[in-house]
């Protein structure tokens, strides 16, 4: 069936230093790729996405790059700031019987240090 | 603007004991709605989704239903709770046309089942 893989699955890093999440799918027919952060007892909030007609998307310190053909997406924030630190889910979906399906990766929770 | 009201945030129950969960969407007509659990430190689990009134689709088998009354209602049940159906229920809209694979995120139910 559908899966997504995400990795690491913790990620500790220097307030200022980059931190990158990649994640992995199965489904050849997922066309549609975002990311979500969820910070301790909230709801999940969309920070990114991009479509598979797309190879990369930014938005100020957030970057998501596709790679349709190894099946690979990867979330990309430079110079992290404390408030970064969150667990951050990629997901993947395609449409089926009218809605579109999300596959949630397992999530990645990143502490930033000051 | 659009919003999603989920309720309750927390919630303690017997073994047992029933369950109702409940989240109405606001500004928006024929959305569609989704429950999804996210055990601790887990990720999110599809349980149930909705393109319609009383049109229910269930992603695995379960211990829960799902009802929705009405077009922007959406509850989830159950006659009687296990242990395991302990975690944080999350209810979730997407629009049905345009851009509809982005989901929204209420804001959680944190259950725990004793």
């Known amino acids: 069936g559908e899966n997504v893989e995400q990795h690491p699955s913790t990620l500790s890093v220097q307030e200022g230093d980059s931190a990158v999440i990649k994640c992995t799918y199965s489904?050849?027919?997922?066309?549609?790729f975002p990311w979500y952060k969820q910070e301790l007892g909230k709801r999940p909030q969309l920070i990114i996405d991009?479509?598979?007609?797309?190879g990369e998307k930014k938005d100020q310190r957030i970057a998501v790059t596709l790679n349709k053909t190894a099946k690979h997406f990867s979330l990309h924030i430079t110079e992290t700031q404390p408030e970064d630190s969150a667990v951050y889910f990629c997901?993947?979906?395609?449409?089926?019987?009218?809605?579109?399906?999300?596959?949630f990766g397992a999530g990645t929770r990143l502490a930033v240090h000051p | 603007s659009q919003t999603i009201h989920q309720w309750p945030a927390t919630l303690v129950q017997p073994v047992g004991s029933p369950l109702s969960l409940e989240c109405t969407v606001e500004?928006?007509?024929?959305?569609?709605l989704y429950w999804y659990r996210q055990a601790a430190g887990r990720g999110l689990q599809l349980l149930f989704y909705?393109?319609?009134?009383?049109?229910i689709s269930s992603e695995v088998p379960q211990n829960l239903s799902a009802s929705r009354p009405q077009d922007r209602q959406f509850i989830l049940s159950s006659k009687k709770l296990l242990l395991s159906d302990s975690g944080f229920y999350l209810c979730?809209?997407?629009?049905?046309?345009?851009?509809?694979?982005?989901?929204?995120f209420g804001s959680g139910t944190q259950l725990s089942v004793l």
């Open positions: 979730a809209w997407s629009p049905r046309v345009g851009a509809n694979e982005k989901l929204f």
């Open positions: 489904d050849s027919a997922s066309n549609y």
């Open positions: 991009i479509r598979s007609n797309v």
């Open positions: 997901a993947a979906s395609r449409r089926s019987g009218g809605y579109n399906k999300l596959i």
């Open positions: 500004g928006t007509s024929n959305p569609n």
């Open positions: 909705s393109v319609g009134i009383g049109q």
